[in-house]
């Protein structure tokens, strides 16, 4: 089974910051992973697929990469609204999908 | 515009079954694969069960494989998850999410709670 880890668990950062989120697979699952967002009481929202591309209608701050088992998620100019939960998810091992444990953002 | 709305979520003993619904519109239901996702109180993202979009394929993660099982009524435009021989680690919101080509979510419901207790 692959295992997805994520780093760190939490961070606090300011707006305005460039912020950075990695997630490692257990092994090499080449491009097949995305991001999704999820604030408190929602359901998640997917902002970045195949690794670096940005979902329809998905801000331009957000921007994804990596190839392998080692990826980063980067929101590049922190906004209040981005306080949330992110998670990696892989489906190299398609349907069954892995999600990370998820960093939670917050504004310091 | 595709919406998804879980149902069926409710208080329930352990040991006890429980079925959820997830109603699709928006959307041709029967032309894509749809998924149980499911999220124990301040934890994280759990897969549950997957179902191909002509019922064909069904697959489970191993903390549910053979008790809970996933349908689908295409003519319904309804998803469905009988939970049976529920435990205490079975407390989750549980969603219902849209497969695009075996490899995303694009859309998901809004979720419902299931709370296994005595």
């Known amino acids: 089974d692959i295992q997805m880890t994520q780093s760190p668990s939490s961070l606090s950062a300011s707006v305005g910051d460039r912020v950075t989120i990695t997630c490692q697979a257990s092994?090499?699952?080449?491009?097949?992973l995305n991001w999704y967002q999820q604030k408190p009481g929602k359901a998640p929202k997917l902002l970045i697929y195949?690794?670096?591309n940005l979902e329809t209608g998905v801000p331009s701050r957000f921007s994804g990469s990596g190839y392998g088992a080692d990826f980063s998620f980067t929101i590049a100019n922190l906004q209040p609204e981005d306080i949330a939960t992110y998670y990696c998810?892989?489906?190299?091992?398609?349907?069954?999908?892995?999600f990370g444990p998820g960093t939670k953002v917050n504004i310091k | 515009q595709v919406q998804l709305e879980e149902s069926g979520g409710g208080v329930v003993q352990p040991g006890r079954s429980l079925r959820l619904s997830c109603a699709a519109s928006?959307?041709?239901?029967?032309?894509?694969?749809m998924h149980w996702v499911r999220q124990a109180p301040g934890k994280g993202l759990e897969w549950v069960a997957v179902?191909?979009?002509?019922?064909?394929?069904?697959y489970y993660a191993e903390s549910v494989k053979g008790r809970f099982t996933i349908s689908r009524d295409n003519s319904k435009n309804t998803l469905y998850l009988q939970m049976n021989s529920l435990r205490d680690e079975d407390t989750a919101v549980y969603y219902c999410?849209?497969?695009?080509?075996?490899?995303?979510?694009?859309?998901w419901g809004q979720g419902t709670l299931v709370t296994v207790s005595s």
């Open positions: 928006g959307f041709t239901f029967s032309d894509y694969g």
């Open positions: 092994q090499d699952i080449r491009n097949c």
């Open positions: 999410a849209r497969d695009v080509r075996s490899a995303r979510y694009d859309f």
């Open positions: 179902i191909w979009y002509d019922k064909s394929y069904t």
């Open positions: 195949d690794a670096s």
């Open positions: 998810q892989s489906y190299d091992k398609r349907p069954i999908f892995t």
